[in-house]
């Protein structure tokens, strides 16, 4: 079956723009998480959705936020891109949520350039 | 912040050769698992144990969990060039967060 389908695959944006980023999870999957990974920070949990509510939410400012659809696709959203927030973001989908989620199943990510 | 610390940062191996890798954490978990992940692509699964487990295996891959010394240690044996990639530690804990080591860097040299 077809894994978790992350567009767009690379993208630029200047400082002050928005981004939205899509992640299709695995068919079944009802989990979506999303991570952020650099060099100097490595993978940072952004926040987790489940059946379209927010179940878990990482140490991001208000300008990084998300929503899954009832079809379990998942988006996020970064407001007023600072350059920091260059980063590979990643998309993971699960059968299940949190501390039962187990195995996470990733994404190919979103390179984000700011400049 | 993150959870879990690898060591050592890097590694680099004759093809053929072992290669361990720890992890250690700070906090209780409820499990812990091993993920890989080749050249800023995206990170595939490789094994996960449970906090009531002290070791598993699976194929080249062997893993144990040490939860009185808070550490984990990943060995591959009998490396080969497609082990080339960084390999993470992640940790679960009671919150349900997903927290990720820094990742070991192994290089398998032909």
Redesign the interface.
Known sequence: KAGVTQTPRYLIKTRGQQVTLSCSPISGHRSVSWYQQTPGQGLQFLFEYFSETQRNKGNFPGRFSGRQFSNSRSEMNVSTLELGDSALYLCASSLFAGGDAGELFFGEGSRLTVL | ??QGEEDPQALSIQEGENATMNCSYKTSI??L?W?RQNS??????LI?IRSNEREKHSGRLRVTLDTSKKSSSLLITASRAADTASY?CAT?R??????????TTVTVRA
């Open positions: 912040s993150q409820n499990n698992q993920y800023g692509r995206g990170l595939v699964h996960l993470f679960t009671d919150d349900y967060k997903l927290s990720f080591g820094a990742g």
